[in-house]
């Protein structure tokens, strides 16, 4: 089993920057990727970014190339997701997820591929 816990979400003004952070506990060791997942009201759950836990291979949704970078501390078990130049589309519950599955340093991209959620962490921009 692997537990996920979100952190940093908040009331953000457009243009500015938020730090989300994952905490990973549990099968540590077996997980292979760690990846954010963003959910606004009436619109399906999507990628935005996604890291290999041991590799650091990365890979990012289109709406946010540029503008967020997502690290991981493999020490603290965390890995973290900064958001730059945040805009009110950038509005939604933002989910860390893992992976045990190997994908041959990939970073999966579809919800599926995930076994793991946590529960979330609420990100508003305001205009």
């Known amino acids: 089993q692997v537990s996920l816990v979100e952190s940093g979400g908040g009331v953000v003004q457009a243009g500015g920057s938020a730090r989300l952070s994952c905490v990973v506990s549990?099968?540590?060791?077996?997980?292979?990727?760690l990846g954010w997942f963003r959910q606004a009201p009436g619109k399906e759950r999507e990628f935005v970014a996604g890291?290999?836990?041991?590799?650091?291979?990365?890979a990012y949704g289109d709406s946010v190339k540029g503008r967020f970078t997502i690290s991981k501390d493999n020490a603290k078990n965390t890995v973290y997701l900064q958001t730059d130049s945040l805009q009110p589309e950038d509005t939604a519950v933002y989910y860390c997820?893992?992976?045990?599955?190997?994908?041959?340093?990939?970073?999966?991209?579809?919800?599926?591929?995930?076994?793991?959620w946590g529960q979330g962490t609420q990100v508003t921009v305001s205009s």
């Open positions: 997820a893992a992976t045990l599955v190997s994908y041959r340093g990939h970073v999966p991209v579809h919800k599926e591929r995930y076994n793991y």
């Open positions: 549990g099968r540590t060791f077996t997980t292979y990727a």
């Open positions: 890291i290999t836990w041991s590799g650091g291979n990365t």
